[in-house]
């Protein structure tokens, strides 16, 4: 099989084929709550070759960060500009595991946000094995000025050409917010234990996010 899905630890993979030139996607939504555990969950991650695009712990000296500014999920602030962490809970996914190796996972993660200022956080990342195409679609309500930034972190630096940013061989296009403000950090100005890697913040939505990366 090139696909698989634990319903235990909500761990869900595929992949388009056995060869080098072959792409591989996965998305986590399930139990968070081990004191060593990341907050990383409705996290993503795609392999071609190398990493196209993963927590940034891949490119750390220590792989130990655990916290929601170095992974490839939602990161909801604070009216003053705080991080949210994710807190204990279970995250659900309702998973489709596709003939091609794909998948489309739908996943409810508010219950491991227990800050009442977000009140809703849904995730859907669907997997096109065919075409080495991972779509990510959030949904999400807050209140008292919180907001939501979709981050993903990449190897290298990358460029950024209206909504389009490319870095190597992956492409992501950010189809809403229809005027995204897009931001690259230095993951090595986030914590000195980084040692390359650069997060791509999205923002400027007002409840949902749709962002397709192409290999």
Partial sequence: TKNYFGSGTGHVMGRNGWGTGDTFAFFLAGP????????????????????LTASGNIWSHTGINQGVNC??????????????????GTATNSVTLN??????AT???????????????????????????????????????????FQFVVPSLPTVSGNTITCGDLRAVVS??????????????V?????????VDVSGASGSFDVTFYV
């Fill in 32 to 51: 968070y709550g081990q004191s060593h555990a990341a907050q990383q969950q409705g996290c993503f991650l795609l392999y071609n070759g190398n990493f």
């Fill in 71 to 88: 992974n490839n999920v939602l990161c909801f602030r604070t009216s003053a500009n705080a991080i949210i962490p994710q807190s204990a």
């Fill in 99 to 104: 003939n091609d190796g794909g998948f489309v």
């Fill in 107 to 149: 996943a409810n993660l508010k219950p491991i946000i227990s800050n009442a200022t977000v009140t809703s956080w849904n995730r859907t990342a669907t997997f096109n094995a065919t075409a080495h195409q991972l779509r990510v679609q959030d949904s999400y309500a807050t209140t008292s000025g919180t907001t939501a930034t």
């Fill in 176 to 189: 809403t917010p229809a005027s995204p403000t897009i931001n690259v950090v230095n993951m090595t100005s």
């Fill in 191 to 199: 914590d000195s234990d980084f040692q390359s890697g650069y997060r």
